[in-house]
């Protein structure tokens, strides 16, 4: 099962400081005991701006297994749908969002997010695991 993983989860457990760090460190254990953990680009430079140097980032990166993988064609495209629609709305979506739950949807099986309502709401066929 490959699973695609929101920035917020990975921040939390490279910060490691309470309860929901150990909740989503134990998600991602168990994610990635199920199949590969892969990000996109919005997810890698979200995280990758929490380090202080390159190594310490891909050390990370390489400790949890995950890798990037680029968004598709089809992804981008059905993003800026989702973006055309709830962007809109008066809570709107970020684009980052929209993406991340496109990339999600074509991409991977599931989405592991601490935004579990949000990706539901944005793309109701995403199967989302929350920490």
């Known amino acids: 099962m490959r699973t695609a993983v929101d920035g917020a989860v990975l921040v939390e457990v490279f910060e490691g400081v309470g309860p929901r760090a150990r909740a989503s460190a134990h998600a991602l254990k168990e994610a990635y005991a199920a199949g590969p953990l892969v990000v996109n680009e919005a997810t890698l ?3 990758r701006s929490r380090f202080k140097s390159q190594a310490d980032f891909e050390g990370a990166l390489g ?3 995950l890798r990037l993988d680029p968004t598709l064609l089809e992804a981008a495209t ?3 749908v989702i973006w055309g629609v709830h962007g809109k709305h008066k809570a709107k979506a970020r684009l980052e969002e929209c993406l991340l739950g496109a990339h999600a ?3 991977a099986d ?4 601490r935004k579990g309502a949000l ?13």
Request: hydrophobic fraction near 50%.
């Open 63 to 65: 400790a949890l297994g």
């Open 45 to 47: 430079a979200t995280v």
């Open 119 to 131: 990706y539901k709401r944005l793309c109701p066929r995403l199967r989302v695991l929350v920490p």
């Open 110 to 113: 599931r989405l592991l997010t």
């Open 78 to 80: 059905l993003a800026g």
């Open 105 to 107: 949807l074509v991409q």
